[in-house]
């Protein structure tokens, strides 16, 4: 091959390596998922994408939650919950959202640059279930408070089960201690209802009581029916016993009980209130055909309205109006919105949720939840990695640092060894390094914090190949030969070596590549496209500066090396 | 010109009784180490909460560690990291009472206790890494058949490329690095991550690199001294890539301790494994590589030998043809 070939080969490969490493501005055609129009949309594309861990951003692992509800075809909502999850991630709008199943019972999420994890979490895990229900009418929870606290007291679950019982409790024995704590479950109750103001001290008093635990937490509002009050200090320990299945069987069929989603204030108590709803619910949020966020004008707090589709419209047409006078509440996944309302009248296609104590940018998001749809299964994050954008600039700082000081290292090493042909090398490190980069872009690989590290350790691996190349120079020229013999054949002699160890390093690099996560992948893929970058400066673009020297210098009789 | 070991003749081969005594008073202390107390493996690997924090004020470790224990968070790991301002709280037990694969309970419990002991607001969290057991274990199942993978694709290419002995020798000698390597691991309490396995597998793409380039001298110097011991070829192989050894270990150090020194604390661990990797892979190639070599071709001889004391036609001048048949095939 000629020098001139050489020459335009090493150029056409600098300007290709050059092409990919300039951002521009690229269009892409493709249609509007609303309209179904085809639009072009024009995208700046950066050279080289950055991970995660140097971009900042988020990175979930979710699989569906079977805890408390069980799928029945866990494949099939799997894919429905990815619809979802596209949907609600396209709205929330984050630049080249990654949203993909991995095997087959898992979706990974990745945003890039998101500032607020917590929110972008709670968009992506609320399962955003809508439901209207009406409130028991029958005081099926007062009529089966006794025979849960029988349920509670055969089962030796007495009144706290959060602290060990005091030392008092423990020498007076089971008995007696039981004997004396029912006598005063009756009258802490009755103290209860009759001044909810104290009740917060009274809960506290009461959780040594044995016995009627759950009547002496659980009170009629006065309100709605089928409303009633817990203090909200008592909420948690509430809700666990009430969830236990055989506390949960004395409820009469078609009763469910849920609780509100805040606690609310009621003079300087906090109390939580809790439902007894028909198991039924009136309507779904599948139902549900547009959401928008508003601030009520009459109290100025974030509200979401919602319209119907014309099938849901008529059944809840249908349903408000046998229901008039009703109360009905509205459940967001397990939780009731705000106090409920009574039904006025027939309500059609049109109506509203009042998040009381939220701010517009949660109504905002639940809005977009509830039109991108329900999950069917609620998610549970599995794996969560996330890195803030200071810190993954901080890292480019450092790596960056790191590359310069060791690649000024590998220069002086190679210059004071090499000398000129040192400077050869030098120059080909160069080559190197623009060709590695363009590589890494064209094959639109992703520049992780491992691959940085990778980078930096390969300009002193990429070195390699030259020194092997040189040192069989050295050799042949000690061996007497011409400095252009000694040339050729150091290169000849140097190119097994070159080829056999690259080869297996490539090939560990592969398995490094197929076994690991994100970070890891642009490790792999960094070394990959380093051993091959390496290989062309080496064997092709040094080679080729040595015939351009030899060229000039016909006649040389020592060669500076 | 400035060359360093030019033209060295020491031998190597023949003080290999020394250099096992060496590695192996530093491979068997390192694995008792590694019995006893156990490779320190990242949550990736065990399943578990990772938060890094940067405070506005000194953290009271004890302090941080009661208000974990109050939110049930037992036995946490806290560690200041890299700067002084910066630290890292590890969980590796879930919040008891949850789903550990559900890996939010235990995290918002983290947060709510660095809320109590810190105020909320007087802290940012820069990293978050939460991992459910399940996820780590098929990490670790992953992690496994990658390197135990590698291994036969390297012995099949050099089997191909050279012979199955040099391959099985090569092998061996990456099974010593390997070994060495997690008892470096162990011994430094270096955190095993994905980045670290990153780094074994690396190293051991390294090591072959150097053994391959002494075996590559080897076949050559069958077909070149037809009359020389296996021993002293061996020798001379290792003698004559002596320089080139020095410079390039030279280089990739001098990279290495760039990245140990100014890369940060996370890449810290990587560049260390890399840096011990340099070393215990040169050693290897000369020290385990080359006599297990020898040893194989003692025990079996054959194809190797006999091109080698030319009972066969040589093939091709040795000073020619890029792609040498490897000998005696």
Do not use: C
């Not at chain 1, 400077?423 to 160069?430: E, I, P, T, W």
Request: hydrophobic share 45%.
């Amino acid at each position: 091959m000629s020098i001139r070939t050489r020459i335009l080969i090493i150029l056409g490969l600098v300007a290709l390596s050059v092409f990919y490493l300039i951002p521009r501005q690229i269009t892409v055609r493709e249609r509007d998922p609303a309209t179904g129009v085809m639009i072009d949309r024009t995208e700046r594309k950066v050279p080289l994408k950055l991970g995660l861990d140097l971009q900042g951003g988020m990175h979930l692992a979710l699989e569906l939650d079977q805890s408390k509800q069980v799928s029945a075809d866990p494949k099939r909502d799997l894919e429905l919950a990815l619809t979802v999850l596209r949907k609600r991630i396209d709205e929330f709008g984050v630049t080249e959202p990654l949203i993909q199943k991995v095997g087959d019972d898992r979706i990974v999420v990745e945003l890039a640059g998101i500032t607020d994890p917590a929110r972008a979490k709670a968009i992506v895990q609320r399962s955003a279930f809508l439901e209207f229900r009406i409130t028991n009418e029958t005081n099926a929870l007062d009529k089966a408070l006794p025979a849960m606290d029988r349920v509670l007291r055969s089962l030796g679950i007495r009144g706290d089960t959060t602290t060990k019982p005091s030392a008092v409790e423990q020498l007076l024995g089971g008995d007696s201690a039981k004997q004396a704590a029912v006598g005063d479950t009756g009258k802490k109750a009755r103290a209860d209802s009759g001044n909810k103001a104290t009740a917060d001290s009274a809960a506290r008093d009461t959780t040594p009581v044995l016995g009627g635990v759950l009547s002496g937490l659980i009170q009629p509002s006065g309100g709605a029916p089928g409303e009633y009050v817990v203090p909200e200090t008592a909420f948690p320990r509430v809700d666990s016993l009430i969830n236990l299945p055989q506390v949960a069987r004395q409820l009469p069929r078609g009763v469910a009980l849920r609780w509100s989603a805040q606690p609310t204030s009621v003079g300087v108590q906090s109390v939580r209130y809790l439902y007894a709803l028909d198991d039924r619910p009136i309507i779904t949020g599948s139902n549900l055909e547009d959401a928008q966020a508003q601030l009520d004008p009459l109290t100025n707090g974030p509200i979401v309205t919602f319209q119907l589709d014309r099938a849901g419209g008529r059944k809840f047409g249908d349903e408000t109006g046998r229901h008039v006078g009703d109360y009905m509440a509205i459940v967001l996944d397990g939780r009731v919105q705000g106090r409920p309302p009574v039904i006025q009248s027939r309500i059609g296609r049109n109506g509203q949720i009042t998040l009381s104590g939220r701010n517009l940018q949660e109504a905002q998001d639940l809005a977009l939840t509830l039109k991108a749809g329900a999950l069917p299964i609620p998610l549970k994050i599995v794996e969560e990695r996330q890195v803030g954008a200071s810190l993954g600039a901080d890292s480019i700082q450092k790596g960056i640092t790191a590359g310069l000081v060791g690649t000024v290292l590998v220069i002086l090493i190679m210059l004071g060894y090499y000398r000129v042909s040192g400077a050869l090398a030098v120059a080909g490190l160069a080559l190197y390094l623009l060709f590695t980069l363009g590589g890494l872009s064209m094959v639109e690989a992703t520049l992780t914090l491992p691959g940085l590290a990778g980078l930096v350790l390969s300009i002193g691996i990429a070195v390699d190949a030259n020194v092997l190349i040189f040192e069989r120079i050295r050799e042949e020229l000690q061996h007497g030969k011409t400095v252009r013999l000694s040339v050729d054949e150091g290169f000849r002699h140097a190119m097994n070596a070159i080829v056999d160890s690259n080869v297996s390093t490539v090939l560990t690099a592969m398995f490094l590549f197929q076994f690991g996560t994100g970070p890891v992948k642009g490790f792999a893929v960094t070394l990959i496209m380093g051993i091959v970058a390496s290989m062309i400066t080496a064997v092709f673009v040094t080679r080729t500066f040595y015939m351009i020297w030899l060229d000039r210098r016909p006649a040389m009789a020592t060669l500076s090396i | 010109m400035l060359r360093f070991f030019a033209n060295a003749k020491y031998d190597f081969i023949g003080v290999r009784r020394y250099a096992y005594v060496v590695t192996a008073a530093f491979i068997l202390p390192g694995l008792l180490f590694l019995l006893v107390k156990g490779l320190n493996y990242s949550i990736e690997f065990t399943g578990g909460t990772l938060i890094q924090i940067h405070s506005q004020k000194t953290v009271d470790v004890a302090e941080l560690r009661a208000g974990l224990d109050r939110q049930g968070i037992h036995g946490a790991e806290i560690q200041n990291f890299g700067a002084p301002d910066e630290y890292v709280i590890r969980a590796r037990v879930a919040k008891p009472g949850t789903d550990a694969n559900d890996t939010q309970a235990t995290a918002a419990a983290v947060s709510l206790a660095l809320d109590a002991v810190l105020g909320g607001g007087t802290y940012t969290v820069e990293r978050t890494e939460a991992v459910g057991p399940k996820v780590g274990g098929e990490l670790r199942q992953k992690a496994f058949f990658a390197i135990f993978l590698s291994f036969f694709a390297v012995l099949a290419y050099l089997a191909y490329r050279f012979e199955w002995r040099f391959g099985l020798a090569a092998v061996m000698a990456t099974a010593h690095d390997i070994l060495a390597t997690i008892a470096f691991i162990a011994v430094m309490r270096l955190e095993v991550s994905l980045t670290v396995v990153a780094a074994v597998l690396s190293m051991v793409g390294y090591s072959l690199n150097d053994t391959i380039i002494i075996f590559d001298r080897v076949r050559e110097n069958l077909r070149k001294h037809k009359k020389m011991g296996f021993e002293d070829i061996l020798n001379l192989a290792v003698n004559e890539t002596l320089p080139r050894s020095v410079l390039t270990h030279g280089t990739t150090l001098a990279t290495l301790l760039a990245l140990i020194i100014f890369a940060g604390e996370v890449i810290r661990p990587f560049a260390l494994v890399m840096f011990f990797g340099v070393f215990t892979g040169t050693f290897s190639s000369i020290y385990i590589a080359s006599p297990v070599l020898m040893a194989i071709e003692r025990r079996w001889p054959g194809a190797l030998a006999r091109g080698h004391l030319g009972t066969t036609p040589s093939p091709a001048p040795a000073s020619h043809g890029r792609k040498a048949e490897p000998v005696g095939r």
